[in-house]
């Protein structure tokens, strides 16, 4: 069946995350593909953050999360609660995770689909694709409606463990893709896009020419990267010392293949006083008393310096410097994130630490995004009638080997 398909991208357009993107048929079904928190939204906001052009005064037939990273789903507390949330299995568990620290479960019913799997949602029909992306769990999707097909490419990359599944999906892509709705995070950047194999040779080598402590800073949720360096630990003879939450992220995702767990050799968990208080007072005590098996104290990090890579955040800096840890000239720091969160209050505070300790500095990272490269070898392989462009602040200077390029502005209807 044929007919008129509108697609409106509510907010990402011009920017990067906040995703809101619509695709509506003529008779009034939509979908509703992410619901992202704005990356430069008030820390703390959570109201009134919804683009005005998205009517929820209307159903869903459902609103469908590509990955477990806030600027994709964030905006979940300010839709109706009746409107439907489908997404992974392991997306729901971490998403509920986070939404649990900060005391604000999501009110909609969760619904899990299956990588490679076609569901229907009234008119729709949506296959997710399992893809490469530094949040665990993350999808493209394919959506299907009276006689169009769109592709969604969510965010994505081909430098990561995953790689194989997009260019499995570049060897033999859908047919016929009306519009590729794509990021282009990396466009205009010179972020760094190397392999997580490269980065493990890189850690390897630091952790060996370093004497004291390696401290590390990275995200709890980037699987790929606590993966990178538990393999590295292991070949130096290190122990990767983790805080509660990245061991509660560590136990989530186990289901989900031989990932790195709390209870491997080579793995602790550090107890902090302020970290615990946090859990029981929501209501995860148990979490804490489980762990304690697996746990050090943070007074341990002082002992064989040699022996640890140590997780390292803002939280954690006040109960390691009351245990006597506190960076020195024998150790190692690194910021294994974008390099544009040192210049934040988190970030800042991270480096001052450092900085204060005349610690040695290594930017060990690789981003979540594919390169400006494989992000037109991506869309030539798709070969979309048209390409609309989403997440990314250089399309208008990039635009340039990319097909058939469709801009559209912020709550502009677009006729497929």
């Not at 949602?121 to 949040?135: E, I, N, R, Y």
């Not at 896009?193 to 060996?208: G, H, M, P, V």
């Not at 990245?246 to 302020?274: C, Q, Y």
Request: charged share 20%; proline share 6%; with cysteine.
């Amino acid at each position: 069946m044929s007919g008129r398909v509108t697609l409106t991208i509510h907010r990402a357009a011009h920017e990067i995350g906040g995703n809101c993107i619509e695709v509506a048929t003529a008779d009034g079904s939509r979908v509703l593909l992410d619901a992202g928190r704005p990356l430069d939204a008030p820390e703390g906001a959570c109201e009134g953050l919804l683009p005005s052009t998205l009517d929820v005064g209307r159903p869903v037939a459902g609103v469908l999360l590509s990955h477990p990273h806030q600027d994709h789903y964030g905006l979940l507390d300010e839709l109706p609660a009746s409107w439907p949330v489908f997404c992974g299995r392991a997306s729901e568990k971490l998403i509920r995770l986070t939404s649990g620290i900060f005391g604000r479960a999501p009110r909609q019913s969760f619904h899990n689909w299956e990588s490679g799997r076609p569901f229907t949602l009234g008119p729709f029909t949506v296959t997710p694709l399992l893809t490469d992306h530094s949040a665990f769990d993350a999808y493209m999707l394919l959506i299907e409606v009276a006689g169009k097909r769109l592709l969604y490419s969510g965010d994505f990359r081909l430098h990561g463990r995953k790689s194989a599944l997009v260019r499995r999906l570049m060897g033999s892509p859908p047919a016929s893709v009306n519009a590729l709705v794509m990021e282009g995070t990396n466009l205009g950047s010179s972020k760094p896009c190397s392999s997580e194999t490269d980065l493990e040779k890189r850690f390897l080598a630091l952790f060996q020419a370093t004497s004291g402590r390696v401290f590390v800073a990275w995200s709890a949720q980037n699987i790929d990267r606590t993966v990178t360096l538990y393999r590295a630990c292991k070949a130096a003879g290190r122990t990767l010392v983790v805080d509660l939450y990245t061991a509660e992220v560590m136990e989530l995702v186990a289901d989900f293949g031989r990932l790195p767990h709390p209870s491997w050799s080579n793995i602790k968990v550090v107890i902090t006083k302020a970290f615990a208080r946090m859990y029981r007072d929501t209501g995860r005590g148990d979490f804490v008393d489980r762990m304690a098996m697996h746990g050090i104290s943070a007074d341990k990090l002082a002992e064989t310096p040699s022996k640890w890579v140590v997780m390292t955040r803002p939280s954690l800096i006040r109960d390691f410097e009351k245990k006597g840890v506190a960076p020195n000239r024998q150790d190692a720091w690194s910021w294994s994130m974008w390099h544009g969160y040192l210049r934040g209050g988190d970030g800042s505070r991270v480096q001052a630490w450092f900085d204060q300790g005349q610690c040695l500095a290594n930017h060990i990272h690789t981003s979540g995004h594919a390169s400006p490269d494989d992000l037109r070898q991506f869309a030539a392989a798709i070969n979309p009638q048209a390409l609309i462009p989403v997440h990314g602040v250089a399309w208008d200077a990039e635009a340039e080997g990319f097909p058939a390029v469709r801009r559209l502005a912020d709550g502009e209807p677009a006729t497929l």
